[in-house]
């Protein structure tokens, strides 16, 4: 974070070579990273809830970094919380090397092999020529930082049915990355649809180029 921020941090140290400060609910956000349980957790999802009785709070949904684990976490509204200072570098995706995938710095040119543990279930939105900005600590990489949604070729799924738009009728669609998703029974082979990062949903069918 900025200087000019770090007067709302109740102090910054260094915790077993991460750069650490404290700070309260309120400065959490998605994608920012915490320590938890004395875990290394990535905040997927956060929302701040004020009920009508009782204290309010924050719901979130944690991503254990190392083994990839997700959780969901309750957290009293103002409590204190320890935030990992994380850079970020957007970076090109180029292609798959065996068990890595390889980025290119779009600065210097120079490449990165990023291991399938940190993309994890990215990889199914993952396609040649994405920028999307990898999280660094120090010189580890903790993560990759994908957009909300991503749009992506159909490669294969049951034929449409032109008026065919029944209300929550569904049917599977395997995409140019290999994943596989539920889609509206109206969308055909090469339809260009928009998926939702952060659930793997559907979101809506898009203009071919």
């Known amino acids: 974070m900025k200087a000019t921020k770090q007067a709302l941090y109740y102090g910054i140290f ?5 750069e650490v400060f404290v700070a309260t609910t ?17 905040v997927i999802e956060f929302q701040h809830v004020k009920p009508g009785k009782g204290g309010a709070f924050v719901r979130t949904k944690l991503k254990d970094i190392q083994s990839g684990k997700i959780i969901d976490h309750t957290f009293n509204s103002g409590a204190k919380v320890e935030f990992i200072r994380v850079d970020a570098k957007e970076m090109q ?6 068990e890595s995938f390889v980025f290119m710095d779009n ?15 990215n990889k199914n939105y993952l396609i040649a020529g994405m920028n999307i900005d990898i999280l660094f600590d120090g010189d580890e990489i903790l993560d990759v930082r994908l957009p909300a949604h991503v749009v992506l070729n159909v490669d294969s799924t ?3 049915f ?11 669609a395997t995409v140019e990355t290999g994943y596989e998703l539920n889609v509206p029974l109206f ?5 260009k649809i928009k998926i939702d990062t952060r659930s793997g949903e559907y979101v809506e ?5």
Do not use: C, H, W
């Open 14 to 18: 260094r915790l077993n070579f991460f």
């Open 26 to 42: 309120t400065d959490i956000r998605n994608n920012a990273v915490i320590i938890f349980k004395s875990k290394r957790m990535k």
């Open 93 to 98: 995706y180029l292609y798959l090397d065996g």
């Open 107 to 121: 600065d210097n040119y120079e490449q990165l092999m990023v291991s399938k543990d940190v993309i994890s279930k």
């Open 158 to 160: 049951e034929p449409g």
């Open 162 to 172: 032109k008026g065919n738009t029944a209300t929550g009728a569904s049917k599977p």
């Open 187 to 191: 969308i055909n082979e090469n339809d």
């Open 205 to 209: 069918r898009a203009k071919n180029n």
